[in-house]
């Protein structure tokens, strides 16, 4: 059973990095998916962040490239969101999700973790 | 690229059928067969119900379907429980990108 656990701090001061870790378990980061951030302002809908291939391959949404870096550790089985920057907007609850269908089938969610941007 | 767009609310009766529209683009839901479906029970992680437009995961009733006409994709479902009553995102291949709509909460009257 595939299962993903994100982690990392609850509260990011303006200005600074927001740092989230994904571990995953039951499946190998170096398997055929591709593994996503999506976040979720409180209320609000869904948004993708990016995604990472074990290749190191990554795309990213286009409003959010120039703050964002997803990478993986293939030894640790975890993938990475660094979101540099941050402000008030990016108060979300954060997932981290499996592609299963690679073109945008999310079959595999993790609990979310809840940041908080504020000073 | 914008958000697909969604009518934020819906509602049935139960037994009743009810169909959730997702509008999007040449660029996106009407470029790639590639629109999936989510659900969202309040405090959950989404759950994935429809994937390439029409294909239900294992596990998922086949009172959920899919389909999509031109640039806009469409979820229904069947005889309405109440259960069913939650939020419902769609999200579609974009290229280089990947987007969801704005959700519609679905109502059991």
């Known amino acids: 059973q595939v299962q993903l656990q994100e982690s990392g701090p609850g509260l990011v001061k303006p200005s600074e990095t927001l740092s989230l870790t994904c571990a995953v378990s039951?499946?190998?980061?170096?398997?055929?998916?591709?593994w996503s951030w999506v976040r979720q302002p409180p209320g609000k809908g869904l948004e993708w962040i990016g995604e990472?291939?074990?290749?190191?391959?990554?795309k990213y949404t286009p409003s959010l490239q120039s703050r964002v870096t997803i990478s993986v550790d293939k030894s640790k089985n975890q993938v990475f969101l660094n979101l540099n920057s941050v402000t008030a907007a990016d108060t979300a609850v954060y997932y981290c999700?499996?592609?299963?269908?690679?073109?945008?089938?999310?079959?595999?969610w993790g609990q979310g973790t809840m940041v908080t941007v504020s000073s | 690229q914008s958000a697909l767009t969604q009518p934020p609310s819906a509602s049935g009766s139960p037994g009743q059928s009810i169909t959730i529209s997702c509008t999007g683009t040449?660029?996106?839901?009407?470029?790639?067969?590639?629109v999936s479906w989510y659900q969202q029970h309040p405090g959950k992680a989404p759950k994935l119900i429809i994937y390439e437009v029409s294909k239900r995961p294992s596990g998922v009733p086949d009172r959920f379907s899919g389909s999509k006409s031109a640039n806009t994709a469409s979820l229904t479902v069947s005889g309405l429980q109440a259960e069913d009553e939650a939020d419902y995102y769609c999200s579609s291949y974009a290229g280089n990108n990947k987007l969801f709509g704005g959700g519609t909460k679905l109502t059991v009257l």
């Open positions: 040449s660029s996106d839901v009407g470029g790639y067969n590639y």
């Open positions: 039951g499946d190998s980061i170096s398997s055929y998916y591709w």
């Open positions: 999700v499996r592609d299963g269908y690679h073109y945008g089938g999310f079959d595999i």
């Open positions: 990472i291939y074990h290749s190191g391959s990554t």
